[in-house]
T-cell receptor, first 111, second 114 residues
Framework: KAGVTQTPRYLIKTRGQQVTLSCSPI?????VSWYQQTPGQGLQFLFE???????NKGNFPGRFSGRQFSNSRSEMNVSTLELGDSALYLCASGGGYNEQFFGPGTRLTVL | GENVEQHPSTLSVQEGDSAVIKCTYS??????FPWYKQELGKRPQLIID?????GEKKDQRIAVTLNKTAKHFSLHITETQPEDSAVYFC?????????????FGQGTTLQVKP
């Protein structure tokens, strides 16, 4: 089985812009979770989608949003980018046995 | 709120020695505890996990123990090797509809000196 894939791998944006990141889970997995990883805050949960519905949400502002499509692929969107949004954004794919498998991440730099 | 504390933040051992990383969780409803290893520039990889109905689980040189009463769980690596050098993260979640919501510890940077 192919692993979790994320696109793009690297992004450079300027403050005020918006960005969309994509995640394709492992075939057959219906859950996709998103995390933000920074040196200062570590790994923080953003939200989880399951069968096209947001099932859980972390403590991030409304500028962070997501969605999931019928093929389980998920996108997350960050609007009105701030310098502090610079981070590695990881998605995780979850199947029937509760394990979460991570993608390679998208490195977002906000200038 | 939900929180996971992880210690130590850095750990340096000689090759062949054992390493222990400890975590404490705050949400008493947590019942699933995975451990991830993240090498520099790579994705976190699941190395072992434990559910709350089990007190200990072992996989070759890696073992995890869980004390539900104290809300502690630990990772034990025996006979460490240089390739064990990485950042290790503990996490906690609830099985079922909340498994996708992992609350992570701050990470432990393990250095194994040859």
């Amino acid at each position: 089985k192919a692993g979790v894939t994320q696109t793009p791998r690297y992004l450079i944006k300027t403050r005020g812009q918006q960005v969309t990141l994509s995640c394709s889970p492992i075939s057959g997995h219906r859950s996709v979770s998103w995390y933000q990883q920074t040196p200062g805050q570590g790994l923080q949960f953003l939200f989880e989608y399951f069968s096209e519905t947001q099932r859980n949400k972390g403590n991030f502002p409304g500028r962070f949003s997501g969605r999931q499509f019928s093929n389980s692929r998920s996108e997350m969107n960050v609007s009105t980018l701030e310098l502090g949004d610079s981070a590695l954004y990881l998605c995780a794919s979850g199947g029937g046995y509760n394990e979460q498998f991570f993608g390679p991440g998208t490195r977002l730099t906000v200038l | 709120g939900e929180n996971v504390e992880q210690h130590p933040s850095t750990l340096s051992v000689q090759e062949g020695d054992s390493a222990v990383i400890k975590c404490t969780y705050s949400d008493s409803a947590s019942n699933y505890f995975p451990w991830y290893k993240q090498e520099l520039g790579k994705r976190p990889q699941l190395i072992i996990d434990i559910r709350s109905n089990v007190g200990e689980k072992k996989d070759q040189r890696i073992a995890v123990t869980l004390n539900k009463t104290a809300k502690h769980f630990s990772l034990h690596i025996t006979e460490t090797q240089p390739e064990d050098s990485a950042v290790y993260f503990c996490a906690a979640s609830r099985l079922g509809g909340n498994t996708g919501k992992l609350i992570f510890g701050q990470g432990t940077t393990l250095q194994v000196k040859p």
